[in-house]
């Protein structure tokens, strides 16, 4: 298995523009988690979704943040409007059910 | 959550054994403790997890006090490769998501 994929592995962007973060998760695996990580912040989960629905999206920072997993296969972590204030490092990470994550190699986002 | 004490950073010789150390005083009985590692530039990746009793696979061993109050992630021969940093985390059972503290950042030293 390639593991889990991150598209685009770099985006730069301006302010205001809309940005949207792919992901494919591990074959077979039923929970996808977007983290985040920031110098200030560290790593934080930003929401996680179970057999494609969403089950907590309570470190979603607001509502220019939206998250969708179609199916089994894919999942976008969408910012519109995007401020400077969201650069960071996006991760996606699979799991089966059980207890290990597996993490994909991150998008590095900067906002200008 | 359960929160964890860890050091900012330790530095290793390369092929000596490392020794990472957990507190984790306040943890429940459900909370098992696991050991994720980020290498530079790259998401992290699992290491390790127990509940009670030591545990040892290919990458690492994992002692975990008999309180279970705090716990040990020992690497037996430190390589280049493990210059990382270290978390250690306390997830419940019923929980799916992890937690991350700000780690320990592992120097290893040729």
């Known amino acids: 298995d390639a593991g889990v994929i991150q598209s685009p592995r770099h985006e730069v962007t301006e302010m205001g523009q809309e940005v949207t973060l792919r992901c494919k998760p591990i074959?077979?695996?039923?929970?996808l988690f977007w983290y985040r990580q920031t110098m200030m912040r560290g790593l934080e989960l930003l929401i996680y979704?179970?057999?494609?629905?969403?089950?907590?999206d309570s470190g979603m920072p607001e509502d220019r943040f939206s998250a969708k997993m179609p199916n089994a296969s894919f999942s976008t972590l969408k910012i519109q409007p995007s401020e400077p204030r969201d650069s960071a490092v996006y991760f996606c990470?699979?799991?089966?059910?059980?207890?290990?994550?597996?993490f994909g190699p991150g998008t590095r986002l900067l906002v200008l | 959550d359960a929160k964890t004490t860890q050091p900012n950073s330790m530095e290793s010789n390369e092929e000596e054994p490392v020794h990472l150390p957990c507190n984790h005083s306040?943890?429940?009985?459900?909370?098992?403790i696991h050991w994720y590692r980020q290498l530079p530039s790259q998401g992290p990746e699992y290491v390790i997890h127990?509940?009670?009793s030591n545990v040892n696979n290919r990458m690492a061993s994992l002692a975990i006090a008999e309180d279970r109050k705090s716990s040990t992630l020992i690497l037996h021969r430190a390589t280049l490769r493990d210059a990382a940093v270290y978390y250690c985390?306390?997830?419940?059972?019923?929980?799916?998501?992890?937690?991350f503290g700000s780690g320990t950042r592992l120097q290893v030293q040729p």
């Open positions: 990470a699979s799991m089966e059910r059980g207890e290990t994550q597996y």
């Open positions: 074959s077979g695996h039923d929970y």
């Open positions: 979704f179970n057999n494609n629905v969403p089950i907590d």
């Open positions: 306040t943890i429940s009985g459900t909370d098992y």
């Open positions: 127990g509940l009670t």
């Open positions: 985390i306390l997830k419940d059972t019923g929980r799916r998501a992890l937690t």
